[in-house]
């Protein structure tokens, strides 16, 4: 069964400063991968997804990934946050020969910007 | 404007009174799910359906029900709700035009069972 590990519950950081949000999935098969953000009260916004090709993902708001098969990971970077970067981010994984599309989700890590 | 829309927002109820979440989505996707969203447990999968009178199980469907009688509605349904059904639910859909796997997501309903 395919599982998600975001390795960190919280992360503070200052304005300005990089981020790197790391997850880690476990599956004996290809996966397609998925980071979610979620701002408070609010639903869950696809932040970028890699199905396939490159390794390096760019994604909206200035948030990248990069896909590592062989340490099975798909973390999460950005340069320079913003307060507006306050969210807590979900790394999700599927399996695109499943038939029903679910998403594996990981439980989260909140981002705390602070100034 | 494309979205998938969720009522009511917030719903307190007591044990065992039959309830309704309704869920729409105006992209024709064929594809909806439910999840339920848990402090420090992420997003699990409720039910999905994928297409009209298609729907199954996924990691969490107990005490659950669901109906896809149309393509853009897919109703989750409490028969006799119980106290751990307290949660953050969330509808999504997705095309297979775009991926099933990337679903789009409504903005959640929040669940106290007293």
């Known amino acids: 069964a395919q599982s998600v590990t975001q390795l960190d519950s919280q992360v503070p950081v200052f304005e300005e400063a990089p981020v790197e949000l790391r997850c880690n999935y476990s599956?004996?098969?290809?996966?397609?991968l998925f980071w979610y953000v979620q701002y408070p009260n609010q639903g869950l916004q696809l932040l970028l997804k890699?199905?396939?090709?490159?390794?390096l993902v760019k994604g909206i708001n200035g948030f990248e990934a990069e896909f590592n098969k062989s340490q099975t990971s798909f973390h999460l970077r950005k340069p320079s946050v913003h307060i507006s970067d306050t969210a807590e981010y979900f790394c999700a994984v599927s399996d695109p020969g499943g038939s029903q599309g679910n998403l594996i989700f990981g439980k989260g890590t909140k981002l705390s910007v602070k100034p | 404007e494309a979205q998938v829309t969720q009522n009511p927002r917030y719903l307190i109820t007591v044990t065992g009174k039959k309830l309704t979440v309704t869920c729409s989505q105006n992209m024709n996707h064929e594809y909806m799910s439910w999840y339920r969203q848990d402090p420090g447990l992420g997003l699990r999968q409720i039910y999905y359906s994928m297409n009209v009178e298609v729907t199954d199980k996924g990691d969490v469907p107990e005490g659950y029900k669901v109906s896809r009688k149309e393509k853009r509605n897919f109703p989750l349904i409490l028969e006799s709700p119980s106290p751990n059904q307290t949660s953050l639910y969330f509808c999504a859909s997705s095309s297979s035009l775009e991926g099933t796997d990337t679903q789009y997501f409504g903005p959640g309903t929040r669940l106290t069972v007293l």
């Open positions: 890699y199905l396939s090709g490159s390794t």
């Open positions: 599956s004996s098969v290809s996966v397609y």
